[in-house]
């Protein structure tokens, strides 16, 4: 490292005494230029201006620009007092503890040096990008400032105690490059930094070995501070936010006698090749395993997949062929289930199953403990084949730690990974009795009892490796020490094994698709194909949408009638407009019983259609949503204000919604409105129908492993008076593999489902459904429904339900009570002699935590069999959902037969997510391992908490995802660290 500067650094420091800049308080050379401002007098947009000073600007630093409101310097005031109070907090508890606060003291004087300039950041600064894109575009109004400086030639990097090192600017230059080059060998380094550009973005950036991110480009003036310790991250990103709205400023009385002044020492060859490092770091993601959950190859890791992820894949190592679908719900949670067919043993006898080979069924979860630090691993603790037969299960701990491009995992195994048994139980330290594992043979039994008897028993197994990418191909390595001898496989399945090593290449077609090759045991090839399916980010341009309504700055001359907005109403929302009515300066759109995913995207377009229609005199327009006839959602919004908002940038670092939601509970009244100025009112067709095209599949039974059907269905829904109306639908089976469906299965219980065969295969032409129901509001905050006929492909019959919801809680309680009859296998109009009542009480809760929600029902099922049903479900801001289920009733493992008890997992997405044009129709995946007559319910035609899904507290939170960040302006891009595919 050169301590003294190099002559062009003298030049550049000589230039620039009595020049200096102070960012936040802190001195920082910029050129010989001097701070210029303007004030502005009429209101103009920022384009405009900044077409205007072209030749003004040639020499400047354009980036930082700072768009000075004279409105925004109270509030950014008071958040300085606000950081002031909390940095002094922080240095009162060091000193209390005995730590030095060198760092914070300075860090204090630099905030209160620092100007409150009512600075507020823009979208971009280039002319063109901004007349291109109006709405963010400012429009700079008078008593308004701007100020400027000239182009520096440094940026700067403000280090944890305090200290300014100012290096020239190189093109290209890396944020950890600039920190090795201020920092002494002393020094410690840091693992995380800030970065603050001369527009006044920031972005937190890893720099250390372990948390290498891909490289920031660092304009000219741009600041990386580096935070003293004691000060937490979200202290950290107030801070840095405050260094932004302060910008550079004037300073004639800064003393820049102990800047110091560096240059990167390393060569172009050392930098090249520390940069390629750092590339294959970065692009080093974690991978599936062989079982489908994130892993080497044989081994899991600790690592997790990006949260809303779901996995696909097949995988085949002789004798195994694996199916795995693997789930990511939230971030420290890994779930899936798997297929394992065994080819060299048979599902069952010859005249039973033929010749399809065994098929293993398991359900796993992997659960993050820990993670990663500088000196701390990602810890995570995971069960294999939990819920299953528990010819594969199996426990263990995994931890990781990055170095570099380098992916290290070690790991303890229990059972199936841990077979090798290399050590005694560390848990026998606490009880002898995790030296024993009972064998699965001892704990199958039906299969899908949880197997707690195992679990973490028995010698361990010590399994590890390393992932790492040798080059810029999208090639990855893996190394790995098995932990199986594969000595004691079940169904007594030896393999031999010349080497405990196992190693395997993964080539990443795109973000989405990987493929493997692998050497496995030594003496077997490995083969792999695994899909990654970003569900909370799925988002397809909706290029078959009609043309967008926008928003005009002007309201309109002449407006159109009323009947014509109704028309542009149900085109760009696919809803149907009830009404519009215009009383006095209000324009009313209402709306009932609308079903989107996408509520507040909806919303938005009917705002844009009334603003463009209603009169210019207009200076309200409400949208109004009601809910099985009853008023429950009003958003209004002021025309000026919200118009301005669409068009043109805020003038507050701090956005406020213009749209004004109110929830209206039973007793609201809405105000009353005067006489009706003008009215459209639109009658609803009776009768709608919607044909389609549906897959339905069966997995894992015994006639084969996938047994599927398409058919042609058309759906159809006829409205009555008094909110009665008739529900129905036909479908004709068009091609299925249902020829070889022979296996019923045998059954204890009433056989209310394993008679699955008989109505898949009796007739290609069924009537689903077709029954009669009313939907109201009853009092207060209860709703009742009535229905009876046939209310699915199985049963038909009569039943009512009550449900108890306030509007926007997060709490609902519901009860329904049906007399059911089993329908003919031909589901035509004919019933057979099985009759039951089945019902249930169920508690709905929104836990507010991380999307997460529970439903509860305690009851009667079709069997007669009585218990209950857990379901948790996490739901995405897109709206995709996860959800797992179980249910336990009074029914014994050996009555329910295999399986033992009801459960499954559930995914729903939205066809908005993946369509070219806007859907309200949604997509829904149910796997359960076995359908068996224990824990079934009732398939009802009417569910009143979907019927009333608008009182939810996140009705309006669900939002298209962004679209991904190549897609974006460079300032509108998400961070992405080294997790991202």
Avoid at 522 to 540: E, K, Q, W
Avoid at 705 to 714: E, I, M, Q
Avoid at 878 to 887: D, E, I, L, R, S
């Amino acid at each position: 490292m050169i301590l003294q500067p190099s002559p062009v650094l003298r030049k550049l420091r000589a230039c620039c005494v009595g020049g200096l800049l102070v960012w936040g308080g802190t001195t920082l050379a910029v050129g010989a230029t001097p701070v210029q401002q303007q004030t502005i007098q009429t209101p103009q947009r920022l384009s405009a201006w900044l077409n205007q000073h072209r030749d003004e600007l040639a020499g400047a630093d354009v980036l930082g620009l700072m768009w000075l409101v004279e409105s925004e310097r109270a509030a950014q005031a008071q958040a300085r007092e606000r950081l002031l109070v909390r940095l002094a907090d922080v240095a009162r508890e060091r000193r209390r503890s005995g730590l030095a606060t060198p760092g914070i003291d300075r860090l204090i004087a630099q905030v209160e040096a620092g100007e409150a300039t009512g600075r507020v950041l823009t979208a971009a600064l280039d002319a063109r990008w901004l007349e291109a894109n109006p709405a963010r575009d400012p429009v700079l109004q008078p008593g308004d400032r701007l100020r400027w400086a000239g182009r520096p030639g440094t940026v700067q990097v403000l280090a944890d105690d305090g200290r300014r090192c100012v290096l020239a600017q190189r093109a290209a230059a890396r944020v950890h490059e600039l920190v090795d080059a201020c920092l002494d060998a002393q020094s410690a380094r840091p693992d995380r930094v800030w970065v603050i550009q001369p527009d006044g973005r920031v972005q937190r950036h890893g720099v250390a070995a372990w948390n290498t991110e891909p490289p920031l480009q660092l304009a000219p003036g741009a600041l990386v501070w580096i935070p003293p310790a004691g000060i937490d991250a979200a202290l950290a990103a107030d801070v840095a936010s405050w260094l932004a709205w302060a910008g550079p400023q004037a300073d004639p009385a800064a003393d820049a006698s102990d800047t110091v002044w560096r240059q990167v020492e390393a060569s172009d060859e050392q930098l090249a090749a520390r940069r390629q490092a750092q590339d294959l770091a970065v692009r080093n993601p974690p991978t599936l395993s062989d079982w489908g959950f994130t892993g080497l190859l044989q081994t899991p890791t600790a690592r997790m997949q990006p949260e809303g992820a779901l996995s696909l894949s097949l995988q085949r190592t002789w004798p195994y062929t694996r199916t795995n679908v693997f789930l990511q719900p939230l971030e420290d949670l890994e779930i899936g289930f798997r297929y394992t067919a065994v080819a060299n043993r048979l599902y069952g006898a010859v005249n039973f199953s033929g010749q399809q080979s065994y098929k293993d069924k398991s359900i796993d979860a992997k659960l993050r403990l820990l993670r990663e630090g500088a000196w701390s691993p990602e810890l995570s603790v995971g069960i294999l084949d939990m819920g299953g037969t528990g010819l594969f299960g199996s426990e263990y701990l995994v931890a990781n730690k990055r170095w570099g491009g380098l992916d290290f995992s070690l790991g303890l195994g229990w059972g199936y990974l841990g077979q090798r048994r290399d050590l005694r139980n560390p848990l026998s330290a606490v009880s002898a009795r995790f030296d024993d594992r009972p064998g699965a043979s001892t704990l199958t039994g039906q299969g899908g009892t949880i197997g707690w008897s195992r679990f973490f028993r028995g010698p361990v197994g010590v399994f590890g490796g390393v992932q790492f990418r040798p080059s810029s191909w999208p090639l990855l390595v893996k190394l790995e020490l098995d932990g199986n001898d594969y000595q004691s496989e079940p169904q007594a399945n030896r393999q031999p094994q010349k080497s405990p090593l196992n190693l395997g290449l993964v080539y990443q077609l795109n973000p989405t698709v990987d493929l493997s090759l692998g050497l496995q045991r030594g003496n077997r090839l490995a083969f792999g194909l695994a899909f990654h399916v970003p569900m909370a980010d799925l988002n397809t341009p909706k290029l078959l949408d009609p043309r967008p309504i926008g928003v005009s700055p002007l309201r309109p001359v002449q407006a159109p009638a009323l009947a014509t907005t109704l028309d542009e109403l149900s085109l760009q929302t696919g809803w149907a407009p009830r009404g519009v009515t215009r009383a006095s300066s209000t324009v009313v759109a209402e709306f009932a019983d609308v079903d989107s995913p996408y509520l507040r995207d909806r919303l938005d377009k009917s705002l844009q259609v009334l603003h463009r229609d209603a009169p210019a005199e207009v200076e309200r327009l409400q949208v109004r949503f009601d809910v099985l006839g009853r008023p429950a959602l009003l958003a209004e919004v002021d025309r000026q204000p919200w118009m301005a908002g669409q068009t043109e940038a805020p003038r507050s670092n701090t956005v406020v919604d213009a749209v004004q939601l109110r929830r209206l509970d039973a007793d609201a009244v809405l105000p009353a409105a005067p006489a009706p100025l003008a009215e459209a009112q639109r009658d609803q067709k009776p009768l709608s129908l919607r044909p389609s095209i549906d897959l339905h599949q069966t997995i894992g039974g015994p006639n084969g492993f996938v047994l599927f059907d398409v058919s042609a269905s058309l759906r159809g829904r006829l409205s009555l008076p008094a909110d009665w109306r008739v529900d129905g639908e036909a479908r004709l089976r068009l091609i299925d593999n249902y020829g070889g469906f022979t296996f019923d299965g045998s059954s204890q219980l009433p056989r209310v489902r394993t008679d699955m065969r008989s109505y898949l295969v009796t007739s290609r032409v069924t009537l689903e459904r077709l029954a009669l129901s009313q939907a109201r509001v009853l009092t207060g905050n209860q709703y009742y429904a009535v229905y009876g006929g046939y209310f699915e492909s199985m049963f038909g019959g009569v039943g009512g339900e009550w449900l108890y919801r306030r509007n926007g809680s997060r709490w609902a309680f519901g009860i329904d009570a049906n007399r059911v009859r089993q329908r003919d296998f031909h589901q035509d109009l004919r019933w057979r002699d099985y009759t039951v009542s089945t019902g249930h009480a169920t508690l709905y809760w929104d836990t507010g935590w991380q999307g997460i929600s529970t439903r509860l029902n305690v009851g009667q099922y079709l069997a007669g069999d009585r218990g209950a049903t857990l379901t948790l479900q996490k739901t995405f801001d897109n709206g995709t959902t996860m959800a797992v289920f179980a249910t336990k009733t009074n029914v014994s493992a050996a009555q329910f037969g295999e399986g033992s008890f009801d459960k499954g997992i559930s995914l729903s997405i939205p066809f908005d997510t993946f369509l070219p044009r806007s859907s309200n129709a949604t997509g829904h995946f149910l796997w359960r391992p076995l359908t068996r007559d224990g824990g079934a319910m009732l398939g009802r035609p009417v569910e009143l908490h979907r019927e009333t899904r608008l009182l939810d507290p996140r009705t309006l939170e669900q939002r298209v995802a962004p679209l991904p960040n190549h897609l974006l302006p460079v300032d509108d891009q998400r961070p992405t660290g080294q997790a991202s595919r």
